[in-house]
């Protein structure tokens, strides 16, 4: 029988005054242990994931969502557990980021990024929201072109991991 294996990231306050950053840091840890209690339960071996990362692609998406999903984006993060402030979770990834960033001697990678059709018009507060919070890049590209978005996502990845992660999905048809 095979191991589950699980890497688990934890967000940790290191500032005096940051007790907003310990509620986001508690709600990614609850988060993080309920992403794997299901991956667990639903058999899943050898599982490798971020649960930092899935926790902050969606709060990404909660700066663009309104009413319901909004509401349940926020449910399933904790988000609706932080008292509210405008934006704090959003700076506090921020914080975290520069942080990971600033490690000596230690060279940490960290890539947000949102891929649209560039028929979807995105509004320019959500755009300047996810540059300034997650300095995440904002990309358009025709979803049939050639290779399939795997192409320009793999490519991107590619270029950002210094060529360390060569394929994140699966190539489409040419």
Known sequence: MKAPLCILCLLVATDGSANWDKKVAQVCNSFSQSLYQNIAVNGCENSIYSPLSIHQALSMVTLGARGDTAAELSRVLGLSQIPSR???????YLEVIQQLRQVPHVEILTVNAIFVNPSTEIKADFTNNVTKFYQAEVSSFDLISPGGPER?????VYSKTKGLIKTVLTPGRE
Do not use: D
Request: net charge positive.
């Open 86 to 92: 405008p934006n704090q979770p959003q700076a506090s």
């Open 152 to 156: 320009h996502i793999n490519r991107f």
